[in-house]
């Protein structure tokens, strides 16, 4: 040591230890290097949001040491995805990830009676995040600061606020806080809120892949049964998100256990044995997820809002082979031979025309009901509104709800009302020809997404505008006619009185004999209503007079087949039917 230098000399005790206390200080989570990755819920990177996760810790990185790459704005993320896509999921990764603290906050409990009251919550939420540096700060649903209230337009003073709060940081922080604001609809969070987040991030819909991928990690640890296949189980939930996931297994796991209940024990398991039972795990079968798919499907149409479509068989359509068949193979084909599609070769709208009531409408729900797809059905006129700019928002929410909801067929019924020739309408300001443009758009787009199929019907192919029949849209025409071999008649005649009690007295044949020789499937449905208000009324009769019960069933007799044959007109008449073959030569040789 150099003389005159001072030094510090250290005094080391070796036999005790002391610990001061001197309060708190704030530093990252500690990693956990022993973190079990295969536990879905506290993955690093979860099944099909990795690239969700990758993008989010990409975007804050910088901002943790914001010293060092002067940033001068808080890190934010806009996060939008469908609700149930694993938002919160993602988030919980990355804060794992990136090794800080979450606090959490739902925006709807920010929101107060008043700007001012709203305003100071919204303050309070960050001043409490600086608590916990370095955190982030999560705001659940941001839509909903600085919505309209009462129609007084958005609220101003809460979005400066947030403005400010998202912009500017504090310099005396020696920790970061990341701001993440989620939001299941994009649209609706205001522009000012929207510009000051300096990161976008959105969850899509999973890919077939991806949904493979969250299947098999969600049911690593359930006993499955052997002829389960999660890829074609992947391939049946197109649209599904996490949380559409989680609600199938839970229903699925339901009902293996009431197969199991009802199985073994129809008088009911004690319960000792339900619980050793459920100790032992018994395996969930492909039958258990094809119950719970159906329920899961149904509420996926209720929810955006394709009306329910009663069950129609192939049974209740009676002849129209051809028409059946050439629907099947547009619709039908691609999703049970994917391969196809990869070739290019896709064909997504039908059009089925002819006169009215030969069973068009009638044959679209027999294809929803067997290709258990959600089934959006449209009728033409109900998307015409009076407002500016309504209609072809209404076109346009159509086809956004058919893609949400994809496998999906739209069915427009009355297509001529929706799409008649462009330049020819007389309705001021053009409305039709910008929802015929609008419709042709939407057709347009259909091919990227494969697998929303459009099957169009009407009466007067004609009157529509020409660019809707090009290749790639509405390009296969097929000719719904009306039966006029008795045969033919026949088959729909017995299809219509599949479920009627007939006499064993009644012969479909004589009947249709003492007929017009032209009929609709609408006639035909005519004559036997016809036929079954004669039986009705007999029975009346009957009853009144103390010769019949209410309890006996209704029986069709061959007199009251033949009182409604002689009433029937066909609603067809001769000279209609010749413009519907003229028709029908023109858009064949076309
Ligand atoms: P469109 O849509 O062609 O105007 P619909 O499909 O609405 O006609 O048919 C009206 C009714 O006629 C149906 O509800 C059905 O009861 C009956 N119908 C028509 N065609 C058939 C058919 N081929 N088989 C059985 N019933 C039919």
């Known amino acids: 040591m150099v003389e005159g230098e001072q030094s510090e000399g250290y005094l080391v005790d070796t036999q005790n230890t002391s610990l001061y206390l001197v309060g708190s200080t704030n530093s990252t989570v500690p990693s956990a290097p022993g973190y079990s990755s295969n536990e879905f819920w506290s993955s690093l990177s979860p099944a099909g949001l990795c690239e969700v996760v990758k993008q989010l810790c990409d975007a804050l990185r910088p901002h943790l040491h914001r010293r060092a790459s002067a940033l001068s704005s808080v890190g934010s993320v806009l996060l939008s995805g469908p609700s149930g896509s694993g938002k919160l999921m993602a988030v919980r990764a990355v804060c794992s990830c990136l090794n800080l603290h979450l606090f959490k906050v739902d925006c709807v409990s920010l929101c107060s009676d008043t700007s001012a009251a709203t305003e100071e919550k919204v303050q309070m939420a960050f001043s409490q995040a600086q608590q916990y540096q370095p955190c982030v700060l999560l705001l659940k649903d941001i839509e909903v600061l600085g919505r309209e209230r009462d129609g007084l337009g958005e609220d101003a003073r809460v979005i400066a606020t947030l403005r400010q709060l998202l912009l ?79 609600a199938l297994l839970s229903h699925s796991s339901r009902a293996a256990c009431t197969r199991i209940q009802a199985l073994s024990f129809p008088g009911g398991l004690s319960e000792e044995v339900e619980r050793d039972f459920c100790t032992a795990g018994f395996p969930v079968l492909e039958e258990d997820f094809s119950a719970a798919l159906e329920q899961l499907h149904d509420a996926h149409s209720q929810a955006v809002g394709a009306p329910k479509i009663p069950s129609v068989s192939w049974q209740d359509v009676g002849g129209l082979q051809e028409v059946k068949k050439e629907i099947l193979d547009t619709i039908q084909l691609p999703l049970e031979h994917p391969e196809l599609l990869s070739l290019g070769l896709c064909r997504s709208g039908l059009l089925l025309y002819g006169p009215p009531g030969t069973g068009k409408t009638l044959l679209a729900k027999a ?36 893609r949400a909801a994809a496998p999906c067929i739209i069915f427009f019924d009355e297509l001529d009302s929706l799409a008649p020739s462009r ?125 019949d019960t209410e309890k006996s069933a209704l029986i069709l007799t061959m007199e009251d ?18 413009r519907y073959r003229l028709i029908q030569q023109k858009f064949a040789a076309s």
Request: hydrophobic content about 40%; charged content about 25%; some cysteine.
């Open 367 to 402: 294809v929803a009901t067997t290709c258990t797809m959600t089934f959006l059905s449209v009728k033409g006129p109900e998307l015409i509104n009076m407002y500016v700019g309504q209609s072809e928002e209404n076109v346009r929410n159509v086809f956004a709800r058919a």
């Open 168 to 246: 500017d940081t504090d310099p005396a922080l020696s920790h970061p806080v990341l701001v993440i604001g989620t939001t299941s609809k994009p649209q609706n969070v205001p522009t000012d809120v929207q510009t000051a987040f300096l990161h976008e991030v959105k969850i899509e819909a999973p890919s077939e892949e991806q949904r493979r991928l969250m299947l098999s990690m969600l049911t690593a640890s359930l006993p499955l049964g052997k002829e389960v296949s999660l890829s074609k189980l992947a391939r049946r939930t197109a649209g599904f998100v996490l949380g559409d996931f989680c």
């Open 561 to 578: 087949f033949l009182q409604a044959a002689a009433r029937l007109q066909p609603s067809v008449s001769e000279q209609e039917l010749l």
């Open 423 to 547: 330049g020819r309408s007389g309705d001021s300001g053009g409305v039709m020809d910008r929802v015929v443009s609008q419709l042709l758009a939407e057709l347009d787009g259909l091919h990227s997404t494969r697998e929303v199929f459009v099957i169009g019907a009407t009466n007067r192919p004609d009157l529509l505008d020409p660019a809707l029949l090009r290749p790639g849209r509405f390009d296969k025409l097929v000719y719904v006619g009306i039966s006029e071999d008795r045969e033919s008649q026949l088959q729909v005649l017995s299809a219509v009185t599949r479920r009627f009690k007939l006499d064993p007295s009644v012969n479909l044949t004589t009947i249709l004999e003492k007929c017009p020789a032209q009929l609709t499937g609408a006639d035909i449905y005519a004559l036997c209503s016809d036929a079954m208000m004669c039986a009705v009324k007999r029975k009346v009769e009957w009853i009144e007079e103390g010769l």
